[in-house]
């Protein structure tokens, strides 16, 4: 780990996350922040890049690259852009959707498994 000194008020240069009051951990190369040097441990992105949480009340993921111009999640996600980011969030589906939309986890556009819509 590359830990350094923050600057006062406990902010960190970019690329670095404040990891307790007063100390910086150096980002995974697709964090712009973040709060430890694991994959995982992103809470921005690079321009390009989208933060995929694993689950509905994460606050960091990881940092994955557009897949195209008009699928920006892997299947299984939704891309949220209401936060103040400058990539977006891909949230994860409920378990009974195989696709959704959003704006939230139970928008389903198609059902998983043995669901059915009603």
């Known amino acids: ?4 000194v923050c600057q006062s008020g406990d902010q960190c240069d970019d690329r670095y996350g404040l990891r ?3 100390e910086c951990i150096q980002c995974n190369d697709t964090c712009t922040d973040c709060t430890g040097s694991e994959a995982n441990e992103c809470t ?3 321009s390009g890049y989208y933060l995929q ?13 557009e897949l195209s111009f008009s699928q920006k999640c892997q299947t299984g996600y939704y891309l949220s852009e209401t936060r103040a980011t ?3 969030v891909c949230h994860p589906c409920h378990t009974s959707c195989l696709l959704c939309s959003g704006p939230s986890e139970n928008e389903c556009t198609m059902c998983g498994g043995h669901f ?3």
């Open 53 to 65: 949480l694993a689950n509905v009340n994460a606050t960091t993921g990881q940092c994955l690259a």
């Open 20 to 22: 307790s009051p007063g």
């Open 86 to 88: 400058t990539s977006g």
């Open 1 to 4: 780990d590359v830990v350094g």
């Open 116 to 118: 059915q819509f009603r």
């Open 44 to 46: 921005f992105c690079l």
